[in-house]
Each structure stands twice: as C-alpha cells, then as structure tokens.
C-alpha cells in the first residue's frame, strides 16, 4: 500500500521507517511511503547472524555506557566533517571496522581531539 503521507510527515518532523508492530514501512524511491505486513522468519538464524547481532549488542552497551559529552564527541566530530551518519553510526563503524586510523585522520581533519577508546572485543561468541 503507497500513500503521500511521506510530505506530511516530512513536515510535521518525523519519517516512519521500519518495523511499527505487525507493519513494516520503507520510502519508495518516488517518495510514497510503503507499508506491508512483517512477514514471519523461514528458518532460524544462522551462525554469522547470533555474531553479528550479538557484537552490535556489545556495541550498544558500550554506546550507552559513554557519558553524555563522550557521546557528543562523536556527533560533533561526525558533523565537523561533513558525514552523512551519526555519532553512533561512526562510533559503531569504528568499533566493528576495528579501524583506529580512521577516527584518527577524522580528528586530525576536524580539530577535535580526543581519547580514542579501546576497542571492544568482539572474538567472543555469544
């Protein structure tokens, strides 16, 4: 099902995206907004999948154990050189990248010094 309802949301501030209870919705490339019902797993999740989530998991924590100014950091350097994701989108691509000449030209660009953190172990299986 498409709507227009994407300019009306736009303006009013929010965009819905993702999963909402038993919809799922996405923007289609002509700006409509899609919704359809979430179709249920055909199989359990792989090996890789358990990893993955489980290290975004880990991710998440560490995110949220940061102090407010740690986190800001992140969003300022994020912003200061123009990128087009987050703080945390980079503090998560830091983290799984595994990548700390990244942070460190990004600083070296911006201004912006700080403690690169440690990186968080990631070998571990759930």
Known sequence: MKSSATTLQ???GFLIQGDWGPLTFYTSSD????????AP????PTENQITNRWRFQQ??????????????IWET???R???RITGWDLFTYYQMRRDPDVVQTLQNQ???????????????EP
Do not use: E
Request: hydrophobic share 50%.
């Open 81 to 83: 050189a123009c990128l």
């Open 77 to 79: 350097l994020s912003k």
């Open 10 to 12: 736009r303006l009013w």
């Open 41 to 44: 797993p055909r199989c359990p």
């Open 59 to 72: 991710i998440a924590i560490l995110w949220r154990s940061l102090s407010q100014q740690q986190r800001q």
């Open 31 to 38: 700006g409509g907004l899609v919704a359809f019902l979430k």
């Open 110 to 124: 911006t201004g912006i010094a700080f403690a690169i953190p440690a990186l968080l172990d990631l070998r571990h």
